[in-house]
């Protein structure tokens, strides 16, 4: 049953029926959901419809299935490109012509993929100049972008030139959905109640989340926008909860997302986000201010250090820096000459007034008195 509802897709693609395969191939898929010639077909047809983040999760889903699939790696590509994701569309470019080295089509969009960056890049560098002094800026809804690609030619796609036809109306979302951001994330919440972590299948791209969430008896939900900012997908997570999915975009940029869904009309505006520091917790005092002991006590040190003495202070200071910095050998030798000698001998030397007393020998035109007490 599933190879005749695959071959009726066949025949409505080539006859422009886009809509129409779409529909066979979603009906094959139900009765053969692990075939990943299906959803790579079915990627193709959704990219004739301009249904360019339908089309990139079901080659997601056809690599997942068969990731030796090269028209699967292709479709992606181009659907990426189209979304102007294009290093995204690179990466995948680049892993599907490792499988068909032969194929020039791969190598034509890889191209195509490095001029568009580069283009992409001098575009974005002269924008943020011409827009340093705006603070904020008005984004509509999201929407498909159109047809960039005027190098594209018939050649980049196995089954001729895209057409330009109208989406088709998705149904209605089963689930709602909101989010929320931070200076570093956005979160989006999907309140589905009782949802296995297995039914739920999240992909991102650059600017990109594609969820569906496939329960075995109901029909499957799909939520696929076109993200106002870019996101790191590396750093991106997903927690399947017992009344919610909740999905973590790491943001690429530091940028206040007006809305969740990228529009074409404007350009997502760079804005100087609050710098979060690590520190100490502060208490409530009485005092007007508080000390940085820690400062005041390496001050100290380094003015005692620092410090110039005269006479017997500096005398001092030098003994009791040298016994500070002596090894045990050395400060043993001090004290015992020291204390032997009345005070008239220091010697460093433990070798030499270890073995011995050392007799005090006073200063010249002195003469050395035992005390009896």
């Known amino acids: 049953m599933a190879k005749e509802l695959e071959k009726k897709a066949k025949e409505a693609f080539f006859d422009d ?32 419809l301009n249904a360019f983040t339908e089309a990139v999760s079901d080659a997601n889903k056809a690599i997942q299935l068969n990731p030796s699939l090269s028209k699967a790696y292709l479709r992606k590509g181009t659907a990426c490109i189209k ?45 943020l100049s011409s827009n340093a002094s705006t603070t904020s800026i008005s984004i509509g809804n999201g929407s498909h972008l159109g047809d960039r690609m005027s190098g594209i030619t018939k050649e980049t796609e196995r089954d001729g030139s895209v057409s330009h036809i109208n989406e088709v109306a998705a149904n209605g979302p089963k689930y709602r959905h909101e989010y929320y951001q931070k200076p570093e994330e956005v979160v989006v919440t999907i309140f589905a109640k ?71 009309d404007m350009l997502p505006q760079k804005v100087n986000m609050p710098t979060v520091h690590s520190e100490r917790p502060t ?24 410090e110039k003495l005269d006479g017997d202070a500096a005398l001092n200071k030098l003994f009791r820096d040298i016994y500070q ?25 433990w070798k030499e007034v270890g073995s011995k007393k050392v007799e005090g020998t006073p200063p010249e035109g002195m003469e050395l008195k035992k005390w009896e007490y």
């Open 83 to 127: 979304l102007e994701e294009y290093h995204t569309a690179k990466v995948a470019l680049q892993n599907g012509v490792s499988f068909a080295p032969d194929d020039s089509r791969f190598t034509k969009l890889i191209q195509e993929c490095d001029r568009l960056i580069a283009e992409e890049s001098n575009n974005l560098a002269s924008t």
């Open 283 to 306: 208490y409530p005092s009485s005092k007007p201010r508080t000390k940085d002991w820690d400062k005041l006590e390496a001050l100290v040190k380094k003015e005692e250090k620092e």
């Open 17 to 48: 029926e886009f809509a129409l395969a779409v529909d066979f191939y979603s009906q094959a898929i139900q009765l053969d959901p692990n075939n990943a010639h299906l959803f790579a077909d079915r990627a193709q047809a959704h990219i004739k």
């Open 194 to 264: 009782g949802i296995s972590a297995k039914d739920v299948v999240v992909d991102f791209g650059e600017q990109i989340l594609s969820v569906t969430i496939d329960v075995p008896g109901q029909d499957v939900y799909h939520y696929q926008p076109r993200l106002f900012g870019k996101i790191i997908p590396d750093k991106c997570r997903v927690d399947v909860l017992s009344t919610k999915v909740e999905i973590r975009l790491a943001k690429a940029e530091a940028m206040n997302w007006t809305s969740l869904e990228y529009s074409k």
């Open 325 to 349: 910095n002596a090894d045990e050998d050395m400060r043993r030798a001090m004290s015992k000459s020291f204390l032997e000698s009345n005070g008239t001998v220091l010697s460093t030397d």
